[in-house]
C-alpha cells in the first residue's frame, strides 16, 4: 500500500519540488483546489480528495476535507488492532505526510476596507482540524505547516523512508502554535466586534522578531517578538538602517522615546535614557529641536537614544554625530546624514512610520503569574479640564510652557516632576518615593534655568513644600492635577509668592 501526502498550502513557494520529491520516494498525492491544479499543471501525479471521500466540496467548499476518510486516515492509531481492524473494515487509507496553510484571515483583517463578511469567510475550519489532528497524531504523522521544514523532512525520508519521532514532535508544537496565534487572532477581531473589554479569557500572539544577545543583564536569555497587526508606529515595526543589532534595554529605551515624540506636532527632538526623558526640545527646525534637547542636559544624553519627528539632514546629523549615541530613531533620513553617521560603526538608525498613528487599543504589562491590561494614558492637553486655581492668571509663555512640561511629565516614571519652558525640558525628576524629592532632582538640575519657568507635576502635591520649593528656585507656573485635601495649602502657598498654578484634574502615573 502506498504512503499518501495530503498537500493543500497557499503558499506554493516550494511545494512543486516538495511534491515531485515525495512521488519519487512513492507517495500518493492528494490535493484540492489551487494546490491540485498547480501540481497537475506541473506535471504530478495527484489525486483529488473528494476522489478520497466521494462527496463532493459543497457550501463553496466550506465542506471537502472534514470527512472520517480524511480524518480516520490521520488519527488512526497504526499500533493498534482495533484502530487497524476498523481501518480495514471502513476501507480508510492512513495518510503519513500532512502539508496545509490556513486561509489568510491575518492578511485579510489587516485591509482598511475589509467587510465583516469578507474575514468570516477567512475562518479556516477544515485546515485546523486536519492540522490538530494530525499534530495530535504525530507518532504516526508528520505534520508541516512552514515551508521552510520541507528540506529537513525529505532529507530523513530519504535517509531513512520515514521522519525521526523529535522531528515530528518539534513539527507537531509548531503546528498547535500556529493554530493556537490563528484563533487568538480571529478570537481578538470577533471580541472587538462584539465590543466586550474585559471578556473572561484573553489570548494574545506575537511572533518572533528577533532572538536578543541577551536581556537586562547578560545572564539572562532574552527574545524580541512583535504583535501581528500592530502599530507601525512603533519599535516592533521599525526599520533598522544601520548598526548592531538592538538589545533588551535598547529597545526598552526606543519605545519610551517613541511614545513621547508621539505628544508632539512641531519639530520635536527627544533624548531618553533608561525609560525617562533627559532632553525634549521643540523649535521650527529638527535641527534647531534637536539642540534643545541636547542644551537641556548634555550629560545625561551620552550614550542615549533620540527620537525625531522630522527627516535628519544633513545638519542635524553634524550634531548627532559629534556625540556617542546608541540610537537614532526618524521617519526618514537624508541620503547625505546617513552617509555622515554610517561612518559611526555602532550607532543603530532607525526608521518608523510617522504617516499613520495607530495605537493599540491595550497596554499589556506582565506580572509574576499574570498579565495587566489598561487603555494607554492618550489624555493630552486639549482634553483636560483646565482650572486655574491661584489668583493670577498665566501669561501666554507660562501656558506653552506648561504645555510642553505635562506632555513629557506623563512619560516620566513616578513620582515625577518636569521642569520647562516653552521650548525644551530644563530639569526631570524621576522614579522617587515622595514628590518633593523628585522636585528637588528636577529644580537642582535646572539650576539658575529655573527662574521663569514652569513646573509640571505627574500627580498632586499632598503638601505644600513642592511649590516651596519651586518658588526659592524661580518657577512662576506650576500645573498639577489638583485633588489634594491639602490643595488650599498649595494655592495659598503659590498665592504667596506669585506664582500661576492650573489643575488637570488628571492624574499621569507611570510605573
Known amino acids: 500500500m502506498k504512503k499518501r501526502a495530503l498537500l493543500s498550502v497557499s503558499d506554493k513557494s516550494g511545494i512543486l519540488e516538495f511534491a515531485k520529491a515525495l512521488e519519487s520516494l512513492d507517495y500518493e498525492i492528494l490535493s484540492t483546489g489551487g494546490t491540485m491544479k498547480h501540481l497537475a499543471e506541473n506535471g504530478v501525479s495527484v489525486t483529488a480528495v473528494d476522489e478520497v471521500t466521494g462527496f463532493p466540496e459543497i457550501m463553496e467548499g466550506r465542506v471537502k476535507t472534514l470527512n472520517p476518510f480524511i480524518h480516520g486516515g490521520l488519527l488512526a492509531k497504526r499500533d493498534n488492532p482495533a484502530h487497524q481492524a476498523q481501518m480495514e473494515e471502513h476501507q ?21 476596507d475589509v467587510t465583516t463578511e469578507d474575514a468570516i469567510e477567512n475562518i479556516d475550519i477544515g485546515g485546523p482540524a486536519m492540522l490538530r489532528a494530525s499534530a495530535k497524531n504525530h507518532a504516526y504523522v508528520t505534520v508541516i505547516v512552514d515551508a521552510t ?14 521522519t525521526t519521532d523529535e522531528t515530528r514532535r518539534r513539527l507537531a508544537a509548531k503546528v498547535f502554535r500556529h493554530t493556537a496565534a490563528y484563533d487568538a487572532l480571529i478570537a481578538g477581531y470577533l471580541t472587538d466586534l462584539a465590543g466586550e473589554e474585559f471578556p473572561e479569557q ?43 543589532e538592538l538589545s533588551y534595554n535598547n529597545i526598552q529605551d526606543a519605545n519610551a522615546a517613541i511614545q513621547i515624540v508621539k505628544e508632539f506636532d512641531a519639530p520635536a527632538a527627544v533624548a531618553v535614557k533608561h525609560m525617562n526623558p533627559c532632553g525634549v526640545g521643540t523649535s521650527q527646525t529638527i535641527e534647531d529641536a534637536f539642540h534643545k534637547a541636547y542644551e537641556a542636559d548634555p550629560v545625561s544624553i551620552f550614550g542615549g537614544i533620540i527620537a525625531l519627528n522630522r527627516e535628519v539632514d544633513v545638519a542635524t546629523a553634524e550634531h ?36 499613520q498613528n495607530k495605537q493599540d487599543k491595550w497596554n499589556t504589562v506582565s506580572v509574576e503569574g499574570g498579565l495587566l491590561m489598561q487603555e494607554p494614558d492618550s489624555f493630552g492637553f486639549k482634553d483636560a479640564d483646565i482650572r486655574v486655581a491661584t489668583d493670577r492668571e498665566p501669561t501666554e509663555a507660562e501656558w506653552e510652557a506648561m504645555k510642553l512640561g505635562w506632555a513629557v511629565v506623563k512619560h516620566v516614571k513616578s513620582n515625577a516632576i518636569v521642569v520647562s519652558d516653552n521650548e ?17 532632582i528636577a529644580l537642582t538640575q535646572a539650576g539658575e534655568r529655573a527662574k521663569g519657568a514652569a513646573l509640571a507635576s505627574d500627580a498632586f502635591f499632598p503638601m505644600d513644600d513642592t511649590v516651596e520649593a519651586a518658588a526659592k528656585a524661580g518657577i512662576t507656573a506650576i500645573i498639577q492635577p489638583g485633588g489634594s485635601v491639602k490643595d488650599e495649602d498649595s494655592i495659598k502657598k503659590a498665592n504667596e509668592y506669585g506664582i500661576t498654578m492650573v489643575f488637570t484634574g488628571v492624574r499621569h502615573f507611570k510605573h
Open 202 to 244: 484573553v489570548t494574545y500572539t506575537y511572533e518572533l522578531k528577533q532572538p536578543l544577545r541577551y536581556g537586562e543583564n547578560p545572564h539572562q536569555k532574552a527574545a524580541f517578538y512583535s504583535k501581528p497587526l500592530g502599530s507601525d508606529f512603533s519599535i516592533a515595526y521599525a526599520e533598522q538602517l544601520h548598526g548592531k
Open 320 to 355: 548627532l554625530s559629534k556625540i556617542f549615541l546608541e540610537i537614532v530613531i526618524a521617519p526618514s533620513f537624508t541620503e547625505e546624514a546617513i552617509e555622515l553617521l554610517t561612518k559611526k560603526k555602532n550607532i543603530r538608525l532607525l526608521t518608523i512610520s510617522f504617516e
Open 149 to 162: 521544514d520541507y528540506e529537513q523532512v525529505l532529507a530523513e525520508l530519504k535517509a531513512d523512508g520515514q
Open 92 to 112: 480508510i487509507h492512513p495518510i503519513d505526510i500532512v502539508c496545509v496553510n490556513l486561509y489568510p484571515f491575518k492578511e485579510t483583517i489587516s485591509k482598511a
Open 424 to 440: 525644551r525640558t530644563l530639569g526631570v525628576g524621576a522614579g522617587q518615593m515622595n514628590r518633593v524629592g523628585a522636585a528637588g
